[in-house]
């Protein structure tokens, strides 16, 4: 069985109900089993910032796929959900993306792991930190790397 943590955002449309969708097709994907969500919570656009805000979360999976198979399902999410990527770091109504493989490191022309912008972001350090704050990312705990962030700036919603 393997661990894996997934970051999923949304910041065009109806958004929690697009990280709702993508919760429920993870959640009853026969390989995949959500063992833990973060609380989800209201984010500053990161890399281009001229855009709306958006919501984030983390996801804790155990799952039979590899990683290009979880990759694959992924994508799929995202397409099913209507994604169109019209510039990089664009808007998007769905993002899903691997973060975190068991302890391995990836990279391939796919796929990079642990995500290669994950300890730069908030977004997805303060949410990773709520639900695995002891775990070794990039040689650092997960909770070290929260630290950076000003807590305050992320706003959970209900
Ligand atoms: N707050 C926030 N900013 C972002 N910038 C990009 S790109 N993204 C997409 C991440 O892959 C986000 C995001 O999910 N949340």
Known sequence: M?????GLGSNMGDKKRYLYDAIQILNHHEQITITTLSSLY???????VDQDIFMNLVVEIETTLGPIELLDVCQQIENELGRVRE???????IDVDILIYNDEKIECERLIVPHPYMTERDFVMIPLAEICPQLVVKEKKVQDWAQN?????????S
């Open 2 to 6: 393997n661990k894996a943590y997934l």
């Open 42 to 48: 209201e984010t500053a656009p990161w890399g281009y």
């Open 87 to 93: 510039f990089k770091w664009g808007p998007r109504v």
């Open 149 to 157: 962030f000003n807590q305050e700036a992320l706003k959970i919603i």
